[in-house]
Nanobody, 115 residues
Framework: QVQLVESGGGLVQAGGSLRLSCAFS????????MGWYRQAPGKQRELVAD???????NYADSVKGRFTISRDNAKNTVDLQMNSLKPEDTAVYYC?????????WGQGTQVTVSS
């Protein structure tokens, strides 16, 4: 099992930046997928960005060019750098890590972008 702790959410004005971090521990040697998802009020949870074991990245069209996902093997974190934030980016952001026989989610961190 993989344990996750998210940090870095908060309130920011439109055009600003935030960096989310997901620290993971436990059975991390079998991790093959890491992703950030978000859920806005009244909407379904959606993929924001993900990164595979081979470091292939994928982004939602709505965040391409503004968000960057990265993995730090030394710190055991997966980060989401969010630039040029928009009010529509307001949501609870969740970290998801998948390993052999394990699919773990963080508790979520609130991101609020004011106009």
């Amino acid at each position: 099992q993989v344990q996750l702790v998210e940090s870095g959410g908060g309130l920011v004005q439109a055009g600003g930046s935030l960096r989310l971090s997901c620290a993971f521990s436990g059975s991390i040697f079998n991790i093959y997928y890491m992703g950030w998802y978000r859920q806005a009020p009244g909407k379904q949870r959606e993929l924001v960005a993900d990164i595979t074991r081979s470091r292939t990245t994928n982004y939602a069209d709505s965040v391409k060019g503004r968000f960057t996902i990265s993995r730090d093997n030394a710190k055991n974190t997966v980060d989401l750098q969010m630039n040029s934030l928009k009010p529509e980016d307001t949501a609870v952001y969740y970290c998801n890590i998948r390993a052999y026989l394990s699919d773990s989610w963080g508790q979520g961190t609130q991101v609020t972008v004011s106009s």
